[in-house]
């Protein structure tokens, strides 16, 4: 099926499956906001999605406000949780790594809801969180059939699954074995959990008793999160990150997110010559400013209490990117050894007739993240805390109540002739490269938005079950520039059609006039809505 972009008048929704799509539509149309919608196409996901994102997970925001009302400032939010008080390193004696599976995984607080609270705080909306969650229970308690993705990651992932303690088995293989495509997948715990926060409030999760279940579940379960640490965390709103362009001003998340990678690449980009879309210098530049940008993330990114590193001021710093930029040669690839980052999401956006646009996302990190489902609530908890590097001292090192580099960014670009983009994708360590290459693409050679996200694409390390360092690209990009990419010195390596590798990405635009466009990965699940 042939793809093409979505129009509306009236408000736009993009998510990596079209009933999550709906959802939030369905709210925009009942004269909900586009923080609302969002936060029904985020609670639907966590039902329809579960191998992707959950509620037991992290999210992030980045909103623009009206130019009227909120006077188009960007703001953002972090629903990310830290470690817990009894996650410290003797918890992990004898051990190289935290496990990434299992209760010790389980070793972070899930900040997702705490996000949804603090996005609506300042949204200003009128709808009852019942009305913002009916989509999402209804779903969780009569079942939604399971997509081809996500039988096949039930599939490929149940061996190392079934075997965790906890509820996985009786949600994920209610018949003995993983659900395939068109089985129905029902969660009437989590319906049951989702009721609870739309009658006691979102921050029940933390404090009340739906945060008592949550704990005595996790405790039985073996994961070091207390009752303490679930009442201790409050959701975050630092200032997003942004760099200039030609033409554009870019914002995306602070740290601990990748969000400062994802603007230095485009940064460097906007000094290079870009040749045609996807030729050689388009690609070659893309990846070469990749690399230097993951240089100084893999350095400096991570919880910012841990580090002084002022990322905003590189990116005011304009001859401080011109100097990162003649870094890198126009005809030869810098080696590339470095190991990659692990993890998978969902980002979705909302726009609505206001003039409001969301970007956001979240995550479980791995897919059905530590494999802990929680028997009484249904909640599918996060392995964030597995990238925690088990050292005293140094980046991401394990520290109770610190928060792990997150490879999560939310994106969103307004450019100087009134356009607002939101924009995103999973795929951790791809996301800042599949950002990278469906802007460009949109916006520096006027591609169509739907075209920008169709075409094949490329990455640089990580792909799902495998960790490597070679340039994967899809088929479908001229036959010379495999060869020339390889002439310059790139580890390619072909892995042929379309595929989820790639990430599930997303974009929609706030066009001048008021209108919108909106698109979605033929990778995923995904559907626009619009009206």
Not at 54 to 69: H, K, M
Not at 341 to 353: L, M, P, V, Y
Not at 462 to 487: I, N, P
């Amino acid at each position: 099926m042939t793809l093409t972009t979505v129009t509306g008048r009236n408000g736009i929704v993009t998510a990596p499956h079209r009933l999550a799509a709906e959802a939030g539509l369905s709210v925009l149309m009942d004269g909900g906001n586009a923080v609302e919608a969002t936060v029904a196409v985020a609670a639907t996901l966590a039902v329809v999605y579960p191998h992707m994102t959950a509620i037991g997970g992290d999210g992030f925001w980045v909103i623009r406000e009206p130019a009227g009302q909120g006077g188009g400032t960007v703001h953002s939010v972090h629903g990310c949780g830290g470690a817990a008080a009894g996650a410290d390193l003797s918890l992990y004696a004898g051990l190289e790594t935290v496990p990434t599976r299992g209760p010790l995984a389980a070793n972070t607080v899930a900040g997702t809801i705490s996000g949804w609270a603090a996005a609506l705080e300042s949204a200003g909306g009128t709808l009852p969180l019942g009305r913002l969650l009916r989509d999402a229970i209804r779903y969780a308690q009569e079942g939604v059939p399971v997509t081809a993705g996500g039988a096949a990651i039930a599939l490929a992932k149940g061996d190392e699954l079934r075997a965790a303690p906890g509820a996985y088995a009786t949600v994920f293989e209610p018949e003995g074995r993983p659900l395939a495509e068109g089985d129905v997948l029902r969660n009437p715990a989590l319906a049951a959990t989702l009721r609870k926060l739309a009658s006691d409030g979102l921050d029940s999760f933390y404090r009340g008793d739906l945060a008592a279940l949550i704990a005595e579940d996790l405790a039985a379960l073996g994961s070091p999160v207390s009752a303490a640490d679930l009442a201790a965390h409050h959701a975050t709103r630092p200032a997003p990150l942004s760099v200039p362009i030609r033409g554009a001003r870019l914002y995306n998340s602070a740290p601990p997110t990748q969000g400062f990678a994802s603007l230095v690449i485009l940064a460097l980009f906007d000094r290079l010559a870009a040749g045609a879309v996807d030729s050689f210098a388009h690609v070659h530049g893309l990846v070469e400013a990749t690399k230097q940008a993951f240089l100084l993330r893999d350095v400096h990114v991570g919880d910012p209490a841990y580090t002084d590193y002022d990322f905003q001021g590189l990116l005011d710093d304009a001859a401080a990117l011109d100097e990162l930029a003649a870094r890198i040669d126009p005809a030869q690839a810098l080696a590339w050894p470095q190991p990659p980052q692990w993890g998978d999401t969902c980002w979705f956006g909302a726009a609505d007739a206001e003039g409001r646009v969301v970007s956001s996302i979240q995550s479980t990190y791995f897919e059905f993240g530590s494999g802990l489902v929680l028997p009484q609530t249904g909640i599918v908890w996060q392995n964030r805390g597995s990238s925690f590097r088990l050292a005293e001292t140094g980046w991401n090192a394990l520290k109770p109540g610190r928060k792990p580099f997150h490879t999560l960014n939310p994106a969103l670009a307004v450019f100087e002739d009134g356009r607002v983009m939101a924009y995103g994708t999973m795929g951790g360590e791809g996301q800042p490269q599949t950002q990278a290459a469906l802007f460009s693409r949109y916006a520096r050679f006027g591609v169509d938005l739907q075209q920008a996200i169709s075409a094949p694409r490329w990455l640089l390390g990580r792909t799902w079950g495998e960790v490597t360092t070679s340039l994967k690209l899809e088929d479908g990009f001229d036959e010379a520039l495999y060869a020339a990419l390889a002439e310059a010195g790139h580890d390619v390596e072909r892995v042929g059609p379309l595929t989820a590798m790639m990430g599930h990405a997303g974009a929609l635009v706030r066009l001048p006039d008021g209108s919108f466009e909106g698109a979605t990965d033929p990778r995923s699940d995904g559907g626009v809505a619009a009206w």
